[in-house]
Nanobody
């Protein structure tokens, strides 16, 4: 079955960096777009970034443009989210997702990894 396992979350000071990883299994990784969503306490889950099957096309929510970079390694069945210049408002649980295309609704979700940014 489809499995998406996130890692790399933690506690970091504002201005710092973290790299999240998503290890995928149970499907042909290179045939699916991948994404990241997040949910902050008391808020709805929101889209963060997505990447196409080849990695050529990426998209980001406006609040993370220029600070976050999504990437993937199809040989390792892994996607990544490099987060730089972190802000306290980036604090959330981050979820890895699988989707058919970068613009479509995810059909699989990981369990999430906590990212906490202290001021």
């Amino acid at each position: 079955q489809v499995q998406l396992v996130e890692s790399g979350g933690g506690l970091v000071q504002a201005g710092g960096s973290l790299r999240l990883s998503c290890a995928a299994s149970g499907f042909t990784f290179s045939m699916y777009a991948m994404g990241w969503f997040r949910q902050a306490p008391g808020k709805e889950r929101e889209f963060v970034a997505a990447i196409s099957t080849s990695g050529v096309t990426t998209s980001y929510t406006n609040s993370v443009k220029g600070r976050f970079t999504i990437s993937r390694d199809n040989a390792k069945n892994t996607s990544y989210l490099q987060m730089d210049s972190l802000k306290p408002e980036d604090t959330a649980v981050y979820y890895c997702t699988r989707q058919r295309y970068t613009t479509t609704t995810p059909d699989s979700w990981g369990r999430g990894t906590q990212v906490t940014v202290s001021s």
